[in-house]
């Protein structure tokens, strides 16, 4: 028989790691753009594309801090998300060693329009492969359901309305403010909590089956004859072949 392999709990601690580092360099993109970037945004509008210029030079340092910020919030999004697909699939090998390869879980978000609706599926899907106590069903949908209508709140915050903002240095460099960065927050805690609700079951039911696997059953001892028994063995004539 096949062993399922160990719950990806060290899977589950690159999820929590990186998702921490997005929203940190996530806030201090939105810090910046708070302090200087309408500011930066007008100034940049006013050289009318001469980056060359003297004015331009003395914007060189706050626009490399920008660039750095940015650069950071994209590497730390895009590891989050590279963190995550790969807990969620040594999370269903975890449940079931024959379960489908990592295409199946990355297309399940990659897929246009499929992507709104199986993520979710697939992760309740794998809580429920991990048999946990049905006393918990209702919680756990609430979360799910939390989760996803956050995230998908904090995406059309970020792709969907910002490009609809008019281009001008009124905004700012990116127009990102507090309420994007509390939403996706929020939605990256959901996130973490579900890993961890899934992770903490799966390591639940291992620990379970290892102690089962180191039960050995222990022979009983042969039964010690009664001295009626012994005597009558001694007094019993033995016969020659």
């Known amino acids: 028989m096949r062993l399922a392999p160990p719950p990806p709990t060290r899977s589950a601690s690159a999820v929590y790691l990186t998702l921490t580092a997005q929203i940190v360099s996530l806030t201090a993109l939105v810090v910046f753009e708070q302090v200087r970037g309408r500011e930066l945004a007008q100034q940049i509008?006013?050289?009318?594309?001469?980056?060359?210029?003297?004015?331009?030079?003395?914007?060189?340092?706050?626009?490399?801090?920008?660039?750095?910020?940015?650069?950071?919030?994209?590497?730390?999004?895009?590891?989050?998300?590279?963190?995550?697909?790969?807990?969620?699939?040594?999370?269903?090998?975890?449940?079931?060693?024959?379960?489908?390869?990592?295409?199946?879980?990355?297309?399940?978000?990659?897929?246009?329009?499929?992507?709104?609706?199986?993520?979710?599926?697939?992760?309740?899907?794998?809580?429920?492969?991990?048999?946990?106590?049905?006393?918990?069903?209702?919680?756990?949908?609430?979360?799910?359901?939390a989760w996803w209508m956050t995230l998908l709140a904090a995406l059309t915050l970020t792709f969907v309305r910002l490009p609809l903002l008019p281009a001008s240095g009124s905004i700012g460099l990116t127009g990102l403010g507090p309420v994007e960065v509390a939403v996706t927050a929020l939605a990256a805690l959901l996130c973490a909590v579900t890993v961890r609700e899934v992770t903490g079951i799966q390591t639940r039911g291992s620990k379970r089956r290892t102690a089962v696997r180191k039960v050995r059953v222990v022979p009983l001892p042969a039964p010690v004859p009664s001295a009626e028994q012994r005597g009558l063995a001694a007094t019993t004539p033995q016969r020659s072949p």
């Open 45 to 145: 509008n006013a050289l009318g594309g001469d980056l060359r210029s003297a004015p331009a030079q003395t914007l060189l340092g706050a626009m490399t801090v920008f660039a750095v910020l940015m650069l950071a919030v994209a590497v730390t999004t895009l590891g989050a998300m590279a963190t995550y697909l790969t807990w969620l699939v040594r999370a269903r090998q975890a449940n079931n060693p024959l379960a489908p390869a990592a295409g199946a879980t990355i297309a399940a978000w990659a897929v246009p329009m499929v992507n709104l609706v199986a993520p979710p599926v697939l992760l309740d899907r794998v809580w429920r492969g991990a048999r946990p106590s049905q006393d918990r069903r209702a919680r756990w949908l609430v979360l799910v359901a």
